[in-house]
């Protein structure tokens, strides 16, 4: 029977290869499991399929892909080729699909004979001991295991499998929405909402990466937007020096109330002194403003002065400067360009520490994803210390005092 042309993401073509097990990881809107349903009711057209399709939790069909793979059979317009009851389906070359939780039912799964593919839908849910019950029980000959699952956690069973202890003749695949030629605008405006209002939630969600401890995280006072940068500021620039591990970043940004705006960095590993200048040039008008730049590496100051940039100062630091810059930083509403990815980056995982032992977040700050955010300390540096300097007098009236 001839099917409708249909179009899938190129990734689909890891269906067709030869494996034991296919791992596809990533974020929403990526159409794993449509592609894996359209690419199971296709193979069960070209051969004899046994399919079980699992969740760690199934309580009732309605919690299984049943409904999606039925929506795939009419969308090939292969209805016809198959039988569709409430708990299974069947199809050509004696293809059957069935459904199954897993927790709980080691004695059920392991009583189906035959299955050459098992389907694992939202595998960061599946326990250990469930996929040491599935895996040994899916044995015919050439059988494969899928596994379509967003990241939850490192420690994920699955992932663990996935990125870690990776089985002989795996695939493993990160995809994301941007792997979908079809990503629905509906929900493009869904991700574009939290890329600039919740980039965690973005990058977990979206992006597939794993989900952070909130509360370690240091800033949370940020969003990501697109913006035009206005003609009539002054702007502030930082500069953080490295060379080999560490880069050489700097920033651009401006205060305006209560909010910080960043709207340019640049960024670069193993940049020689006699290149600096170029680098940070990238920034508009870079050499027009007051650049405050770390005081660690006095002969790169120097160079960068003679280089372009005569309004560069070092950054004064002193005790706790790091935390009182970190302090000031979070009492702005920031505003940053979506240009700025490694600034993103920087505030998406700059954590405090957290103690092995209980789990506590503690008010130390690691000191690591922090160049960029180096480097935009240094250049509100002169309005933190403006306002710290700022003196307040208040007035106390004194009680009226009656001579003896």
């Known amino acids: 029977m001839a099917t409708k042309q249909i179009d899938l993401p190129s990734y689909a073509s890891d269906l067709w290869e030869d494996f034991r097990h296919l791992f596809w990881r990533g974020g929403r809107g990526a159409a794993k499991s449509r592609t894996v349903a359209s690419g199971l009711v296709l193979q069960s057209m070209e051969r004899h399929e046994r399919v079980l399709c699992g969740r760690e939790v199934q309580k009732s069909i309605k919690d299984s892909v049943k409904r999606l793979l039925d929506d795939e059979i009419d969308r090939l317009g292969v209805r016809k080729a198959f039988e569709s009851t409430e708990t299974e389906i069947r199809g050509p070359n004696d293809s059957l699909f069935i459904f199954a939780g897993i927790r709980g039912n080691a004695n059920g799964i392991k009583s189906i004979e035959g299955v050459t593919t098992f389907w694992g839908e939202e595998a960061q849910a599946f326990s250990q001991s469930s996929i040491d019950t599935l895996i040994p029980t899916i044995r015919a000959p050439k059988s494969r295991l899928i ?66 401890n909130s509360e370690a995280r240091v800033f949370k006072n940020w969003r990501v937007e697109a913006f035009d940068s206005p003609q009539n500021v002054e702007y502030r620039l930082g500069a953080d020096f490295g060379f080999s591990i560490d880069p050489s970043c700097a920033v651009r940004c401006w205060i305006d109330g209560t909010q910080l705006f960043v709207d340019y960095e640049a960024w670069g590993l193993q940049i020689e002194i006699t290149d600096l200048a170029q680098l940070f040039m990238t920034i508009p008008d870079a050499e027009k403003y007051w650049l405050t730049a770390d005081s660690s590496r006095p002969e790169t100051i120097s160079h960068l002065r003679k280089s372009g940039f005569p309004k560069i100062a070092p950054a004064l630091k002193g005790a706790r400067s790091v935390e009182e810059g970190v302090e000031f930083l979070k009492s702005y509403d920031m505003i940053v360009h979506s240009r700025c990815q490694r600034l993103i980056d920087e505030l998406t995982h700059y954590s405090y520490k957290v103690d092995s032992l209980t789990g506590q977040v503690t008010g130390v700050l690691e000191d690591k994803d922090n160049h960029v955010i180096d480097a935009l300390r240094y250049a509100v540096e002169g309005a933190r210390r403006a306002m710290a300097g700022k003196k307040t007098t208040v007035f106390v009236p004194l009680p009226m005092v009656s001579k003896w």
Do not use: C
């Open 147 to 212: 596994w379509t699952y967003n990241p939850d956690l490192a420690t994920d069973p699955v992932d663990v499998m996935a990125m870690k202890n990776v089985p002989p003749n795996s695939i493993v695949r990160t995809v994301n929405y941007d792997d979908n030629p079809w990503f629905p605008d509906v929900l493009r405006a869904e991700m574009e909402f939290d890329r600039q209002r919740d980039y965690d939630k973005y990058l977990h969600i979206w992006r597939g990466e794993y989900r952070r």
